[in-house]
């Protein structure tokens, strides 16, 4: 009777895996930090054979491995490796070890491309540049920041003795203006509303008016990656050179469109600045958590990236610069959608074609089930429905607006 072959992952994995390294080469990748290439190679089990086909993610959640176990995928391509550092053990104790341990359990192997994919030259980096560079159907909606409603204390008041209407006395200037002492609001006030947390949806990218690439600008690599045969022009981050100044309102409604129309995202703007008056000439881009990539070009007008900190956003606003971030798989998530799945889809199918030829043309016997994997001609590749950011947007319902506009 057949047993595990230990020895051996899936011929489908073989695919999926040489597939992975000829759009994103692992030599692409950042190896200071980054972990790329594959991560779990789970041995073929003839008695529970997996379906010929691939689950992208962005993160390897419990959740996402459980979609990828109750779907039979033969791979997970998770865009953020699930393994960092060295591993000292694995226990079910560790979330993220019990996932691999699950998933190696049910013959499921995952592949990481992660700093390939934002450096290759259609990849990660260019998307999010198309975007911004981007155009919505013409003309381009005139987008602005909302004022906040009136407040009773500052609409006109009538004044009895003549009947004339006079502003507050909130805003006369020749009137003493004393601190007030703050009342303890009325259990009626206390009461508010808040949306369920938000996210974007970026399977709904293809119904987007956004029209990519089509505004004139130069594009360049900020942090060249070289060496690489056959993706001449590599790199980590993009920086975008309009061939004349946009509005910010305009790369803000682009951004939005292109990602996944989420609910709100961070701006940070001068403090002497209007967001409606900010026109944009350069953009540095960079996936994720840009601060050292972006850091070599502090000078654009507008950083847009997954993630900044606080003390990098605000050194960049006190030079003059913007700030547009998404939270950190906000700006890679879409890419999976939008890119990855098609792509991977098309490369695999010829990938597993080459497999199979090569292994029927073996001089040697296999096991039923191992030509049984080899017939099956299917490949599918599919975008995770449960894989999103950890954080959401929640909206305060029905109120007026707290703070000041942009």
Not at 17 to 35: H, Q
Not at 223 to 239: I, N, Q, S
Not at 291 to 304: E, K, P, T, Y
Not at 373 to 402: F, T
Request: proline fraction near 6%; aromatic fraction near 6%.
């Amino acid at each position: 009777m057949s047993t595990y072959t230990t020895d051996k992952a899936s011929p489908f994995t073989r695919a999926v895996v040489s597939s992975m390294r000829k759009l994103y080469p692992e030599a692409l990748a950042d190896s200071t930090f980054d972990n790329t290439g594959l991560l779990l190679e789970a041995p073929f089990d003839p008695i529970r054979r997996q379906m010929n086909s691939v689950l992208l993610t962005v993160d390897l959640t419990k959740a996402v491995a459980d979609e990828a176990i109750e779907r039979k995928d033969c791979v997970v391509v998770a865009y953020h490796p699930i393994i960092f550092k060295g591993l000292k053990s694995l226990t079910l104790a560790d979330t993220q070890q019990q996932s691999l341990l699950r998933l190696a359990l049910e013959g499921i192997s995952v592949y990481s491309p992660h700093t390939a994919v934002d450096a290759a030259p259609g990849g990660l980096g260019d998307w999010l540049a198309d975007i911004v560079t981007g155009t919505l159907t013409e003309p381009e909606p005139e987008t602005r920041t909302a004022k906040p409603a009136p407040k009773a204390s500052d609409s006109l008041e009538t004044d009895s003795s003549d009947g004339r209407s006079k502003a507050s006395e909130s805003d006369d200037p020749f009137v003493e203006k004393r601190p007030t002492r703050p009342t303890r609001p009325s259990a009626l006030h206390r009461q508010s509303t808040y949306s369920k947390p938000t996210y974007p949806a970026p399977m709904e990218l293809e119904a987007t008016e956004l029209h990519a690439a089509s505004a004139g600008h130069k594009r360049s690599v900020i942090t060249p990656v070289k060496g690489v045969e056959g993706f001449e022009g590599a790199g980590m981050g993009r920086l975008i050179t309009f061939s004349q100044p946009q509005p910010l309102t305009h790369l803000i409604e682009r951004i939005a469109r292109g990602v996944g129309n989420p609910k709100g995202f961070p701006v940070a703007i001068p403090q002497n600045k209007q967001v409606e008056d900010i026109q944009i000439s350069t953009v540095g881009i960079c996936a994720g958590s840009g601060g050292s990539v972006l850091r070599s070009c502090a000078s654009a007008d507008l950083l847009f990236t997954g993630e900044l900190s606080h003390h990098e956003a605000l050194a960049a606003t006190e030079l003059g610069t913007s700030v547009v971030t998404l939270f950190h798989s906000n700006t890679e998530r879409g890419f999976l959608h939008s890119v990855l799945k098609e792509q991977l889809s098309r490369t695999l199918k010829q990938e597993w074609k080459r497999v199979r030829e090569e292994e029927t043309a073996k001089d040697k016997e296999f096991s039923l089930e191992w030509e049984d994997a080899l017939k099956d001609e299917e490949v599918l590749v599919e975008v995770s429905e449960r894989d999103r950011d950890p954080y959401g947007i929640v909206i305060l319902q029905a109120s007026e607006q707290v703070g000041k506009p942009l």
